[in-house]
């Protein structure tokens, strides 16, 4: 009967070690990358346009469960410099609410929010910077 020369402590971490790089890193990875291509993908194929902008984007609700707010694709093409791509609070959109608590938190500044306001531009929308106050 051969032993294996580490301890079991030395084993198990190495296990947990392998564990973590396979889920931390590859599964991660693999999962980010399918996102973005179904987002660059199906959400130019298939949902609904609230803004008529020149290319096919489209907003997917369950898009935007599975991507974390990625999937309101036509708001994002037409405020593109927003933080934020839900517009309204039935848009989930859990992306911009990391943003927004890091820069409560003082880790961003001048993040650049979107929010429905009838009067304010010329499709009815307002901009809000938060964090320009801060040097």
Sequence with gaps: MTSCPLSPSVRSSSLAAARALVWGMFVSTTLLWHGTFAINSLAHRAGWRRFPTPDDS??????????MGEGWHNNHHHFPS??????????LDATFWVLRAAARA??????????????????????????????
């Design 82 to 91: 927003a933080a934020n791509q839900g517009l309204y609070r039935r848009e």
């Design 58 to 67: 489209r907003n997917n609700f369950w898009l935007a469960i599975l991507t």
């Design 106 to 135: 003082g880790l961003i500044t001048h993040l650049r929010e979107i929010r429905p306001a009838p009067g304010r531009d010329e499709a009815g929308y307002a901009w809000r910077t938060r964090g320009a106050e801060r040097p």
